[in-house]
């Protein structure tokens, strides 16, 4: 059947089986908005109140739901604003579809009103993009976007499309979405034998687990090949979920932030194996001196990934989930008793602490929701000292239930994030947890969740600082407070109130629990704020630059707090 450029695209995108869109509209799409005005029963569009919160929301909804996540804005400064967002879900390997409008073929290159040359502004932040200037091009390369949004390693593609475009017409006809299988040709035998032989040579071996396993649905078989061969694991913050937290190999997160037992255990392995992750610089805190005992054993399915941070002396390309079940079935179970003693005595000895005073703390507030929600709960974050409180106390059960931007540690993340997520998850309890500075920077979406019925919940734990900068410039900086005390007048209860969310202020630690209560009872958007003081910090950290065992615990900062003055 013939139609018009903008129906075609929505047909593209039910073939696809997209039944949710987050945008904003404006001149160069209004033919699209046309389009889904006609559709609005089979596909759903969520009007954000900034395209960077579209493109937010987008990447939470794929994360939350393993399903593409699909995001609209319109020309020039519409298309600019989805750029970070793109930029997070790259960075963490989230498939998201950003469909950009631009304007039509002979206004190109003009400098016209708000053109913008969004292919090559975001070239070095997705998998692919395309600018479609040709209608017969258009069916073909929506499939293609979304084949290769979700291909191998996903990662967010960019599909540009001039305004001639959108009312031009053309044949259509619908097509199956193209299949995308997982990625076993590059599993080679003679890798599976060679890392086999590593696993049963070692003594203390040590699995680190990353976003890639959660990508790969590969929970399952991971936490079985944990158990099967008695492996202590830990996770980075993209990995969180991989493996249940209460499983008793489980060391949690390593890194900079990460527990003493962990970032011990990777210093005295002679085996570390890691899964879906890529050795960033919060993990491998020192390239040169990370898990200096160990052969590294790497599998990923991107072969780009191999050597580039950190050397392995054996990797395996492909499919996780595949290749952890293959290793599986090439051994017989295995015990490391002397290995595992260490592991349990470091994890008694080193917990992670805080100092209870009595005061509203924190990592009290992250315990109760832990607590009050069984673990059952979506929990997303914006980027802060809040996100690693909420790595180190949220105990995780399951995959897709924690949500963060790792890679590009993008604040002003998390609202969005949260409500693509309680989109793609309706049935769940989601939480944002969020630092006043964050909460400065897109609080405007408490409007888009209201406006929608989306009853997400708002943390704001609130210093009236940035938190982590300043944790940085007490530590670092002789405390030369530059720019980051937010000792400013808003007042956040009656903004919360004037957004018609339901609000919970929290001054002290009695009142959590009502609030959190009282906030997944209401029905609606809630905002709760906690109020601590300016100078908690997050411990245990490891300086920049420094190697792994060489941490700065909580009773390590005390005792310099108490060290008489020389």
Request: charged share 25%; with cysteine.
């Amino acid at each position: 059947m013939v139609l018009n450029g903008s129906e075609i695209l929505v047909e593209c995108l039910k073939e696809q089986g997209v039944d949710t869109i987050f945008g904003y509209p404006g001149g160069a799409v209004l033919n699209i908005y046309d389009a889904l005005y006609k559709h609005q029963h089979e596909i759903k569009h969520y009007l954000t109140s900034h395209e960077q919160g579209a493109a937010h929301a987008a990447d939470g909804y794929a994360r939350a739901t393993g399903k593409v996540g699909v995001c609209l804005a319109t020309s020039g400064p519409g298309a600019c604003n989805l750029v970070t967002g793109i930029a997070t879900a790259y960075m963490d390997s989230i498939p998201i579809v950003a469909i950009t409008g631009n304007v039509g073929v002979s206004m190109l290159g003009k400098d016209s009103f708000q053109e913008i040359d969004i292919t090559g502004v975001t070239m070095p932040i997705t998998k692919h993009n395309f600018i479609v200037k040709d209608i017969k091009d258009l069916a073909e390369t929506i499939r293609r976007a979304f084949w290769i949004a979700r291909k191998g390693r996903p990662g967010p593609v960019l599909v540009d499309i001039t305004k001639n475009v959108t009312a031009d017409t053309y044949e259509y006809e619908k097509k199956e979405p193209y299949p995308v299988e997982k990625r076993v040709s590059t599993i080679l035998d003679e890798d599976i034998e060679n890392a086999v032989k590593l696993i049963k040579e070692a003594k203390r071996p040590f699995l680190y687990c990353g976003g890639g396993c959660i990508n790969a649905e590969a929970s399952k078989s991971v936490t079985e090949f944990v158990k099967k061969f008695d492996i202590p694991v830990s996770v980075s913050a993209m990995g969180l979920g991989t493996v249940p937290s209460t499983l008793p190999h489980y060391t949690g997160m390593i890194g900079m932030h990460g527990t003493k037992t962990s970032n011990l255990l990777a210093n005295e392995c002679d085996l570390f194996i890691a899964m879906g992750a890529r050795f960033s610089d919060r993990v491998a805190t020192n390239f040169a001196k990370f898990a200096p005992r160990a052969k590294v054993l790497h599998i990923d399915i991107d072969p780009a990934e191999i050597n580039k941070n950190i050397l392995a002396v054996q990797s395996v390309i492909g499919d996780v989930d595949e290749i952890v079940k293959r290793l599986m079935s090439k051994m017989d179970a295995m015990e490391h008793k002397d290995w595992m003693h260490t592991v349990n005595r470091y994890k008694e000895s080193f917990p992670l602490k805080y100092d209870d005073d009595g005061t509203l703390k924190p990592q009290y507030v992250m315990e109760r929701i832990n607590e009050i929600c069984h673990g059952e709960e979506i929990i997303v974050t914006e980027v802060g000292q809040h996100q690693m409180w909420a790595c180190q106390f949220i105990e995780q059960k399951y995959p897709r239930h924690f949500l963060t931007s790792g890679g590009l540690g993008t604040m002003g993340y998390g609202l969005g994030a949260a409500i693509g997520a309680k989109v793609g998850q309706p049935e769940k309890t989601v939480f944002n947890i969020a630092g006043d500075g964050c909460f400065y920077m897109n609080h405007i979406e408490l409007a888009t969740a209201v406006a929608n019925d989306v009853p997400i919940i708002e943390v704001v734990i609130n210093n009236h600082v940035l938190g982590m900068v300043r944790q940085w410039q007490d530590l670092f900086y002789d405390a030369r407070y530059s720019q980051t005390n937010l000792d400013k007048a808003t007042d956040f209860v009656k903004l919360g109130e004037a957004y018609k969310c339901a609000v919970f202020n929290v001054t002290k630690k009695e009142e959590v629990d009502a609030a959190i209560k009282g906030a997944m009872a209401a029905g609606k958007p809630a905002l709760i704020i906690c109020e601590i003081g300016r100078d908690e910090k997050v411990f245990p950290m490891i300086p920049a630059g420094a190697a792994c065992d060489d941490m700065l615990t909580l009773d390590d900062y005390n005792a310099l707090q108490n060290r008489p003055e020389l």
